[in-house]
């Protein structure tokens, strides 16, 4: 599958809208105090609280470089919070938003891949592969699943590849919690011999897009087929809804990259994680 500029532009904005939703959730709920949701053209700058995961940048620049009083104004809002501003850019950005970060004194902190495919398709080739049956998540088991899947995400899966930033587990299970609140977002788990060994998310997006995430697989039953068939199932499903993409992120390396793309994702282009620190005088910018 390639991706031109238009498909960036529509999973960029998805995902900041995914992002919005968890967010609003969570400052709903009275847990997130002093969160901030501010818009950037088409995407969205969210600080939910100190050390959340959901505390970045993101969905924006695509088409040109950001005006540059509303990026004085967020950066503001953020260095009176004593919190570092985290820039999620697409690759594909044009050239002059990446010089705009760079001229603002961002760093290049990380990267992560964004993999797609088209559901249907995919769906159609893993059918007759699946080893497991997958189950949604009943909400009363809710708790339960999040502690198992943040457990199985903190045991690493061997490559060495990982996140940038280190959370704790406290962190990755309310964030974890926070999502599965967001009224579009899905969740599944396999069993094997009746107990739980894997599971994962699933967002739709009004705009066609299937938002696959919170994946992961219990140390003792990996390399049983466990991701493939939480894959397959959520493909079908999003190709039932009429979604024309499907996507995923995964560490550049990881066995998350390895399986997507065994199972037909592409690799559309990768997300540059800039960070710039608020801590530091306010310097002029060209």
């Known amino acids: 599958m390639f991706c031109d500029l238009e498909t960036a532009s529509r999973i960029e904005e998805a995902e900041a809208r995914m992002m919005a939703e968890i967010a609003r959730v969570a400052c709903d709920a009275g847990g997130a105090r002093g969160c901030m949701i501010e818009p ?3 995407g969205v700058a969210l600080f939910l609280r100190h050390g959340s995961p959901l505390n970045k940048a993101i969905g924006f620049g695509l088409r040109g470089p950001i005006r ?38 961002y760093r290049l902190a990380a990267f992560e891949n964004v993999l797609g495919c088209r559901p249907k398709d995919a769906a159609d080739s893993m059918a007759h ?9 009943d909400p009363a088991e809710r708790r339960r699943w999040v502690e198992q899947v943040a457990d199985a ?16 587990r406290d962190e990755i299970v309310n964030t974890m919690l926070e999502t599965l609140s967001v009224p579009s977002m899905r969740s599944y788990a ?17 705009a066609g897009v299937a938002q696959l995430c919170g994946s ?4 003792s039953l990996r390399r049983r087929g ?20 499907a996507v995923l992120t995964a560490q550049p390396g990881s066995r998350s990259q390895q399986n997507a793309q065994k199972q037909g994702f592409a690799l559309l282009y990768s997300r540059a994680l800039l960070v710039k620190d608020l801590s530091l005088p306010r310097t002029p910018h060209a």
């Open 68 to 105: 540059e009083e509303l990026l004085d104004a967020i950066e503001e809002r953020w260095r009176k919070a004593n919190e570092n501003l985290q820039i999620e850019l697409a690759t594909v950005a044009a050239t002059g938003t990446v010089q705009q970060f760079v001229a603002r004194g």
């Open 216 to 219: 992961s697989t219990a140390p």
């Open 129 to 137: 592969r699946s080893a497991h049956q997958v189950e949604r998540v």
């Open 226 to 245: 466990v991701q493939s068939a939480l894959l397959a199932a959520r493909l079908a499903e999003a190709a039932s809804c009429g979604c024309s993409v």
């Open 40 to 42: 950037i053209e088409e």
């Open 190 to 206: 396999v069993r094997v011999d009746g107990a739980w060994a894997g599971g994962g998310c699933m967002r739709i997006d009004p």
């Open 153 to 168: 995400f903190l045991a690493g899966d061997g490559t060495g590849a990982g996140s940038a930033d280190a959370f704790s």
